[in-house]
């Protein structure tokens, strides 16, 4: 700072003259309208008015650039939708679960299942555990007594399964498909089955023909499998979601149902959306899932579950992803629903906005359908079938389902969401409100800096130069001349 005080104070001060001078040859050259013709008028009138004219623009652009700035930073963005029409389409996974999820013999044997089940998929969807249920008591007997049975194999086992019985017809755009076809999952239904989900992908080209696409003929046979009413599982049928490959299948709020004696028919579309990241959007592009190649909302709140849980209780749910040792029944009712519990009510496992623990993703692709019902099969199709199954014609009815997914045409639709002002956009805004206003640019703005830090380099070394003239003279005439003398000895 001595080194700075020392080189400014052997500068030499300019005269009064050359400072008034440097403001008349800035005022006279600037760049900024209007300011010259205040100096060079001679006539007072002129100078008030053109004084009034540079005031009056100087607030208007202060104003506009505020009202830009403020606009700016309350992060505004657009939607745009765009229809893209293509000459093939990937065609989507599907995941297929039967409404009635255990085998009858099976269920007879363990009535209690459907309440240890109950237990088990609350990892994906919470629901209160009710001690009032009538097999509560038997389940509590059951977990102590068979504290090794495995659920997992169980269901794994006796519950719905897809083969040549319950999976009568396939077709894929004319070719033939089968059981072969499908990957196992777990779902809340227990055994569902993915036609066209990771690895397993015999619809890998891509779609070029609309109005056609995949048809099954199920049997749902109500005899072989069943359920709890109890529990609210009071239909016969397929539910079925239509999602992206490799994605989570969410069943539960997004499924589809096809009651027996009907044919069902599904025409979908392809439907992506872009979301900006924070502070535009909600998502967050520096998130990534352990266990799924693509982020998800669902699969985002798997992990965390898995997480919360596997910390507090030592052992991982089978239908949450994550590599530790299962969960068994015993855990599940001691620890991993009461943690489940807990995650619920302090929030630890949040979704949508950009802070929560699983923000929306940066990108999405949806299949909404429209799906239309008839009756299934007509009377002399029904006659065929008898004979070709060797069944009679009530347990047509009662157990078969027709299903049909195609796209409505060749097309997807992209909603993205955009910046409605970008960086560019805004100095281009507030260059343009500088012009209309005064005239001014870049180099306007340069000219002025230039002015204000000259001035402010000619105040400092006054200040450095007078100073110690004021203090002196602040001192009475005794001390005035003691501190001279003082000075001179130095």
Same mark, same amino acid.
């Given at each position: 700072m001595e080194k700075i005080k020392l080189c400014?104070?052997?500068?030499?001060? +300019?005269? +009064? &003259? $050359?400072?008034?001078?440097?403001?008349?040859?800035?005022a006279i050259s600037t760049s900024f309208h209007g300011v010259h013709n205040i100096v060079r008028n001679q006539s007072r009138i002129r100078k008030l008015i053109w004084l009034v004219v540079v005031l009056g623009s100087v607030s208007l652009v202060v104003w506009q650039i505020y009202s830009r700035l403020? *606009?700016?930073?309350?992060?505004? &963005?657009?939607?745009?939708?765009?229809?893209?029409?293509?000459?093939?389409i990937d065609f989507p996974a599907v995941t297929f679960c039967n409404l009635n999820r255990f085998q009858t013999e099976a269920a007879a044997k363990f009535g209690i299942i459907f309440f240890l089940w109950n237990i088990v998929y609350k990892v994906l969807h919470l629901q209160e555990i009710r001690s009032n249920y009538t097999g509560f008591k038997d389940a509590i007997d059951f977990l102590t007594s068979h504290q090794n049975f495995s659920i997992t194999e169980f269901v794994k086992k006796n519950g719905f399964y897809l083969n040549s019985s319950t999976l009568l017809e396939c077709d894929f755009f004319g070719k033939p498909c089968g059981p072969q076809d499908f990957a196992h999952v777990f779902t809340e239904y227990g055994n569902c089955f993915t036609f066209n989900h990771g690895e397993n992908i015999q619809a890998k080209e891509k779609v070029s023909v609309s109005g056609r696409g995949l048809s099954l003929l199920f049997n749902v046979n109500q005899e072989e499998f069943t359920d709890d009413p109890a529990l609210g599982f009071v239909d016969a049928g397929i539910i079925f979601v239509i999602h992206l490959p490799k994605k989570v299948p969410q069943i539960d709020g997004l499924g589809l149902s096809s009651p027996v004696g009907m044919h069902a028919r599904v025409t979908i579309r392809?439907?992506? &959306?872009?979301?900006?990241?924070?502070?535009?959007?909600?998502?967050?592009? *520096?998130?990534k899932l352990q266990n799924f190649s693509s982020y998800s909302t669902s699969g985002c709140l798997k992990e965390c579950k898995a997480q919360h849980i596997q910390k507090q209780c030592g052992c991982l749910p089978f239908l949450l992803p994550g590599n530790g040792i299962e969960c068994d029944l015993q855990k599940f009712y001691n620890c991993v629903s009461p943690t489940l519990d807990l995650i619920e009510d302090k929030g630890l496992c949040t979704m949508g906005t950009h802070n929560s623990s699983c923000p929306v993703p940066c990108e999405e692709t949806e299949y909404p359908a429209s799906i239309s019902y008839s009756t299934f099969p007509s009377q002399k199709a029904l006659k065929y079938l008898s004979k070709k199954l060797n069944q009679s014609q009530e347990y047509i009815r009662e157990n078969l389902v027709n299903i049909?997914? *195609?796209?409505? $045409?060749l097309n997807y639709k992209i909603t993205q969401q955009q910046k409605a002002v970008s960086v560019s956009e805004l100095l281009a805004d507030v260059g343009g409100q500088l012009g209309l206003f005064c005239g001014a640019s870049m180099i306007t703005i340069i000219e002025i800096i230039e002015y204000i830090f000259t001035n402010f380099y000619w105040i400092c070394i006054l200040f450095l130069l007078k100073? +110690? $003239?004021? &203090?002196l003279g602040t001192l009475p005439p005794q001390d005035r001349l003691g501190k001279r003398n003082h000075v001179e000895e130095c």
């Open positions: 400014l104070s052997k500068k030499p001060l +300019p005269s +009064p &003259t $050359d400072r008034k001078k440097f403001d008349h040859d800035f403020v *606009n700016y930073f309350t992060w505004p &963005t657009t939607t745009s939708i765009e229809v893209q029409y293509v000459e093939k392809q439907v992506k &959306t872009v979301h900006q990241e924070y502070p535009w959007g909600e998502c967050n592009p *520096n998130i049909e997914i *195609n796209y409505s $045409d100073i +110690p $003239d004021i &203090t």
